[in-house]
C-alpha cells in the first residue's frame, strides 16, 4: 500500500479479491488486511479515500446484499440482530432468522392473502357463478385460518422480549436480608456493595446474567421499610417501580417469619409468581420448619454457595408460568417493524372478516381491507419499493456491515 501522492510505502498489505456475484454483497469486492494497530489502518484509510474512495453508510454492505438479491430484508434484519445479540437466547434466535424461518413464514403468508385477495376478485368478477365454486364460507375460512397464524406469530413477542432483556427478576426483601450478597453469588462475581449496616442498598442494581432458556435481569434493590431518610425512600419507591415490572420476585429473608411478611408486603405491589429465599443458611444450626407459603422456598447462602442452583432452577420454573414458551414450528418475532406489520396485517383482514360475516359491505369494498393487509406484508418482506422502510432498516447497522 503506498500513499498515492507521497508515494510512501505504508504497509506490506494483503488483497482478498471476490469476483462477483460471489461476495457478501454479490458485487466485485476487495478486502485489503492490513498490519493491525492504529496508525496503519488509518493511513491506509486515508490513501484510499485521497485516492477517490468513500466509507461505507451504516449497513451500505448489507443494502447492497439485499439490492443485488443475495439476501432478503428479514434475513438482513438477521444479521443485524447476530451482531447485536447479547444472550446466547438471543443469538439462537438470530442465527435461526438468519437460516430463513422467519422470510419464509412471511412469504408464505403473503402467499395466502394474495390467494384470499384473488378469491375474493373471482367472486368480485364473476358474481353469478358464486353459487357452487366459490360459497362465501370458503372466503371466511381462508381468513380464519390466516387471522390464526398471524396471531401465532404474535403470541411470541413476549417471549422474544424475554430472550432480548431477560426476565427481570427483583430481588426483594427487609433490609439486611442478604439480598446484595445473593446477587453477587448469583453471578459469580462482586458486582454490588454489601454491608452489614441495613439500607445499603439505595438505588436498584441491575445485572445481566446469562442462563437458559431466557436470560436473567437480575434486579437488587432497597430493602422494602419505612424510612425517614429521604434517599432510602427514594430507594424504596424504585424497589416499588421493579416490583411492578417483574416476572418473578424473589422474597428473601432470614426466618421463615419474616418470609411470610415480605411476602405479604410485596404483594401489594406486584401480581408476579415468587419464589423465596431463607439467606444466611450457614449461620443457621438446624434448618427452619418448612414455611408455609403457597410458593417454593429455597434455603441458601451467599457465603458457602448452597442452594443457588435449586433457587436458579426454581426461577426458571416460575418465570415459565408468566410467559410460556410458543411451540416450536413458530419462529419468534422480535423487531418492532415486524410486529407492527403483522398487527396492522391482521386487524386489516378482522375488518374484512367481519364486514365479509355481516354483509356490511360490497365485496369490491371489502376487499380493500385484504388489498391493505397485503400491502403490509409486502413491506414487511421488501418487495415493494419501499425507501424509508429500506432506510429505517440500514440506518441501525453499524458501519462497515
Ligand atoms: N453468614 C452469612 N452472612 C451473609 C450471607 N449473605 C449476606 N450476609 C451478610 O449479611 C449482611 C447484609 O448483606 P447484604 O447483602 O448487604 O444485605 P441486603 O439485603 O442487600 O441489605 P440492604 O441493601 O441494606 O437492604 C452483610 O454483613 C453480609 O455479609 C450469607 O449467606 N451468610
Ligand atoms: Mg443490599
Sequence with gaps: MRDPTSGDVLDDALATVFPAPHSYTGETVVEISTHGGSYVPQAVLAALVAAGARPAAPGEFTERAVLNGKLDLVRAEAIADLIDSRSRAQHRVAMEHLSGTLSRQFEALRSAVIELDALLAFDIDFPEEDAGALPRERIDAACGALLARLDAL?????AAQLGRDGATIVLAGPPNAGKSSLLNALVGESRVIVSDMPGTTRDAVEVLLEHDPWPLRLVDTAGLRESDDPVERLGVEVSARYLARAH???????????????????????????????????????????????????????????????????????????????????????????????????????????????????????????RAAVHALDELIGVVDVEDVFARVFASFCVGK
Excluded: N
Design 248 to 370: 418473578v420476585v424473589v422474597v428473601c429473608a432470614e426466618r421463615p417469619d419474616e418470609l411470610t411478611r415480605g411476602a405479604a408486603t410485596i404483594a401489594g405491589f406486584t401480581e408476579a409468581p415468587r419464589v423465596g429465599a431463607l439467606t444466611k443458611c450457614d449461620l443457621v444450626s438446624q434448618r427452619y420448619e418448612t414455611a408455609t407459603t403457597s410458593f417454593p422456598v429455597i434455603a441458601v447462602s451467599a457465603m458457602e454457595g448452597t442452594g443457588l442452583q435449586a433457587l436458579l432452577d426454581a426461577i426458571t420454573q416460575a418465570v415459565a408460568t408468566s410467559v410460556t414458551a410458543p411451540p416450536a414450528e413458530v419462529p419468534l418475532v422480535t423487531r418492532a417493524r415486524h410486529r407492527a406489520a403483522l398487527t396492522r396485517a391482521r386487524d386489516e383482514l378482522g375488518m374484512f372478516r367481519e364486514a365479509w360475516a355481516m354483509d356490511a359491505l360490497p365485496a369490491p369494498v371489502a376487499s380493500v381491507h385484504v
Design 154 to 158: 404474535l403470541a411470541t413477542v413476549p
